[in-house]
């Protein structure tokens, strides 16, 4: 089967973002999805694919990759090289926004290392510091793909929007 067959979207971008929302809208426009794909198993991921003669493959990594996650942009590019259809959409939101769901949650930001009992202000401080470092981390991923703002859509209107933007030809 030719390289060029197969369809890769790549979704990164901040950490409560929407990211998974956007995978399943994926998932229910007919992608095989993989979450968290560590950045060593993108290029076997994507051989195997191929191997298997997949379509459309949506694939979901983030800063939780850890040393390894810097990888991914020449893996990227390396897999335009070999002619595999791949388009990066990055998830983003204000700073206000994500600290508001991080509140909302009990989730705690990837990044953000609160050991021990530590005052509400100190938590704000130290959630807002960790986002900045991944807006940092995440500065090279961002560049080249389709952003896509969340800070005021609820998840139901970010499914609709991804549906739509994968089905219009990219430009």
């Known amino acids: 089967m030719d ?11 901040m950490s409560g973002s929407g990211k998974s929302v956007a995978l399943h809208a994926l998932e229910d426009a007919g992608y095989y999805c993989v979450g968290n794909l560590p950045p060593e198993l993108l290029s076997p991921f994507i051989a ?28 990227l590019d390396a897999l335009r090289q070999e002619g595999v259809s ?22 705690r930001h990837p990044l953000s290392r609160q ?20 807006r940092d981390l995440l500065a090279d991923l961002r560049d080249g793909a389709d ?14 929007y991804i549906k739509d933007l994968i089905e219009a030809p990219q430009s």
Do not use: N
């Not at 952003?147 to 609709?160: E, G, H, N, V």
């Open 48 to 75: 195997l694919e191929r191997q298997q003669q997949a379509r459309r493959v949506a694939i979901a990594m983030d800063v939780r990759s850890g040393v390894s996650f810097p990888l991914i942009p020449q893996q």
């Open 86 to 107: 791949l388009r990066s959409l990055f998830l983003d939101s204000t700073t206000d926004a994500l600290v508001r769901r991080f509140s909302e949650t009990r989730r």
């Open 115 to 134: 050991e021990g009992e530590v005052d509400a202000p100190e938590r704000h401080r130290a959630l807002v510091q960790a986002i900045e470092l991944e």
């Open 147 to 160: 952003i896509i703002d969340t800070s005021i859509i609820r998840p139901a209107q970010l499914q609709s």
């Open 3 to 13: 390289a060029i067959s197969l369809e890769v979207v790549l979704i990164t971008g």
